[in-house]
C-alpha cells in the first residue's frame, strides 16, 4: 500500500510494527516500509478472503455463520484491552467524538451547499439537525476510563475473516489519536462503535449504494436500504452476543457511542 500521504502511511506502518507478538495473528504478515514512485507506504502478506463488507452485503450467510464472525471480532477486541496506556486517557474523548465529526460536517456544507444547522423530515417524521445530533451523541458519551491498544477503524471493510481458522485479521488502522499523534492506543469503545455502525448502521450497503433516497422537497427525505432476511437475523445475533464483556443491548446509551442515533427517527 502506498500513498502520497506520508503521515498516514507513517502511523499504518508504525501501528503493525508496534503491534504485540500475541496479537499478530490478527494481522496479515508485515513485511516493512517502502517506497514507490516517490510515494511512501508498506507491505503485508495478501489474503485470498472476502471482506466483511462484501460478505454483508453479497453474501448470503446463515445466523450461525456470523455469530462465529462476531465471537471472532469479540477475541479481537478483548485481547487489544489487554494493553492498556494511561498516558493516553482521554486522548480522544472530546476531539475524536465530536470535533471531528463537526469538522467532517462543515467539509460537507462547504462542498455540498447542505445546512447542516436545520432540522430535517426524515420518512415522514421530524429529525434534528446534523449538527444537533452529533452534539446531543457526544455530550452522551462518558469519559474514557482506560485507554487501551485499538485498531481505531474496525469497521467491515477493514476486516477479513478466515473461515478455516475461525479468526478475523485487520487492515488498515488508524494508527494515530484524534491530536494527530502517532499512537496505538486509545477508546476501545471507537472500535465497538465502528462494528455497530457497520452491522446495525448498515453503512457497507450505503457505500455499496444499496438504498433509495427521494427528495420530497427542501429538508425532507425518504430513505431505505434494501437489506435482505439474512441481516436482520445477524443483527439480532449481533444484538445477544456478548462482545467486550457484555451484550450490545445491555450497554448504556452512554456507552455505546450513540451509534445508531437516527433509529429514533426511523
Keep these: 500500500k502506498t500513498s502520497s500521504d506520508q503521515k498516514k502511511m507513517d502511523a499504518e506502518s ?10 499478530r495473528r490478527y494481522a496479515p504478515t508485515y513485511m516493512g516500509r517502502m517506497q514507490k514512485g516517490g510515494q511512501q507506504g508498506y507491505r503485508l502478506e495478501y489474503l485470498y478472503l472476502a471482506t466483511l463488507s462484501d460478505l454483508y452485503v453479497f ?3 446463515p445466523a450461525f455463520s456470523w455469530e462465529r464472525i462476531f465471537s471472532a471480532c469479540h477475541d479481537f477486541l478483548q485481547s487489544c484491552q489487554q494493553y492498556t496506556s494511561n498516558a493516553a486517557i482521554n486522548t480522544d474523548s472530546d476531539s475524536l467524538y465530536l470535533a471531528k465529526t463537526l469538522s467532517r460536517l462543515e467539509s460537507y456544507a462547504r462542498d455540498t451547499g447542505v ?17 444537533d445530533i452529533a452534539e446531543r451523541s457526544a455530550a452522551n458519551i462518558s469519559p474514557c476510563a482506560q485507554a487501551s491498544l485499538v485498531h481505531g477503524d474496525f469497521c467491515f471493510s477493514n476486516i477479513v475473516y478466515d473461515f478455516r481458522t475461525q479468526a478475523v485479521k ?8 484524534a491530536a494527530g499523534e502517532i499512537s496505538s492506543f486509545g477508546d476501545s469503545r471507537y472500535d465497538l462503535g465502528k462494528l455497530s455502525h457497520s452491522v446495525l ?7 455499496a449504494g444499496s438504498y433509495e433516497c427521494q427528495s420530497l422537497g427542501a429538508k425532507s427525505i425518504d430513505f431505505s436500504i434494501w437489506e435482505g432476511k439474512q441481516v ?3 443483527q439480532e445475533v449481533f444484538r445477544s452476543m ?8 445491555d450497554y448504556p446509551v452512554d456507552d455505546i ?9 426511523t
Design 14 to 23: 508504525s501501528w503493525f510494527e508496534a503491534l504485540p507478538a500475541e496479537l
Design 59 to 61: 453474501g448470503r450467510l
Design 115 to 131: 445546512d447542516i444547522h436545520s432540522p430535517w423530515t426524515l420518512n415522514g417524521r421530524s429529525a434534528p439537525s446534523l449538527v
Design 170 to 177: 485487520v487492515l488498515d488502522p488508524r494508527g494515530v489519536n
Design 201 to 207: 448502521g448498515l453503512y457497507d450497503y450505503i457505500i
Design 232 to 234: 436482520q437475523q445477524a
Design 242 to 249: 456478548p462482545i467486550m464483556g457484555k451484550a450490545m443491548s
Design 257 to 265: 457511542l450513540c451509534i445508531n442515533y437516527s433509529n429514533e427517527f
